[in-house]
């Protein structure tokens, strides 16, 4: 079986994350990348060795399967736009677009163009979440209560990612960058929710994203949910998504760690024996004509409006 192929849009922490990611898999290799800095690209180029393109439309003639658009939200809409026109499949980062309006443009691009669509949620494919959906769809948590997500920044932008559009109220935010995953991992499990209720606080700069959000919101079953987020703190970083059952009570700490605790007990970290399709085992089976766990545009736009709430 022929590989899956990428081009690759933007060359930043997490764009070579996913470049990383489709060199080291069997199945995956990457006959395109590009970015308007050009220094960046020369470095990328030379240090994986890929072929760089010097315009986008170099890339889009190099035919891939997928495109992969990691740039910042607000150029999402107009790069899709231009992928979905050549009849490229198109592979984005989260959040969808800079806001609903934009996410609107981007499904309303690839249904007229028939092509497929799929976007970088890693929690999906991570034993973690699996083993977190599997607990809780076998009601071995007992009756679920309360959903809670709890996410504490002592920096924001993270010192990993120090760059001006995630710091900004345009573009960035821990609202925009860490609540999808999140929501979206809600979507899967739990299906539609509202939020009834929320306080989003901004600094006196308008340049800069927010520092904290509170809001409360509901399943369609009835399934109470809780947000809390702060940024400026002084603790480590946590980030918490915790599903409170009637016999047991399961959380997701920093990602990858799993716990459960038990009544009158103390909490056990869990490690997942199991190893799901990652998203490029995934991108492979969709262009071969199988089935695959792909989170569509359309999931994304769900996911663009609740972030957007929060943001109003």
Not at 168 to 183: A, D, K, L, V, Y
Request: charge should be negative; glycine fraction near 6%; aromatic fraction near 10%.
């Amino acid at each position: 079986m022929k590989k899956t192929t990428f081009a690759i849009i933007g060359t930043g922490v997490v764009g070579e994350r996913i470049i990383t990611q489709i060199l080291a898999h069997p199945n995956s290799e990457i006959v395109s990348v590009f970015d308007e800095n050009k220094t960046r690209l020369k470095e990328i180029s030379l240090k994986y060795k890929i072929q760089a393109a010097e315009t986008l439309e170099e890339l889009f003639q190099s035919q891939p399967n997928w495109v992969y658009i990691g740039t910042p939200p607000v150029s999402h809409a107009y790069l899709a736009e231009q992928i979905a026109e050549r009849g490229l499949n198109i592979l984005s980062e989260k959040p969808l677009a800079h806001d609903t309006q934009d996410g609107v443009r981007m499904v309303k691009a690839a249904v007229k163009a028939n092509i497929k669509t799929a976007m970088h949620f890693p929690l999906m494919y991570s034993p973690v979440i699996h083993a977190f959906k599997k607990a809780i769809t076998t009601a071995s948590l007992g009756d679920i209560v309360r959903i809670e997500l709890h996410t504490y920044f002592p920096h924001w932008p993270r010192k990993w990612q120090q760059n001006l559009w995630v710091a900004s109220r345009e573009q960035g935010g821990f609202i925009r960058e860490i609540f999808p995953h999140f929501f979206q991992i809600m979507y899967h499990i739990f299906g539609n929710f509202t939020i009834s209720t929320h306080e989003t606080t901004y600094p006196e700069d308008e340049d800069l994203c927010e520092t904290g959000v509170t809001a409360l919101g509901n399943t369609e079953s009835g399934i109470p949910i809780v947000l809390n987020s702060l940024s400026g703190i002084g603790q480590e970083e946590r980030l918490e998504f915790k599903v409170f059952g009637t016999k047991k009570v399961m959380t997701i700490r920093n990602w990858s760690e799993l716990w459960i605790s038990e009544t009158d007990q103390e909490a056990v970290r869990i490690i997942p024996d199991n190893q799901p399709e990652s998203l490029l085992d995934a991108c492979h089976d969709l262009v071969n004509g199988k089935e695959s766990q792909i989170v569509s545009f359309e999931e994304g736009l769900k996911v663009q409006k609740w972030i957007d709430q929060l943001l109003e």
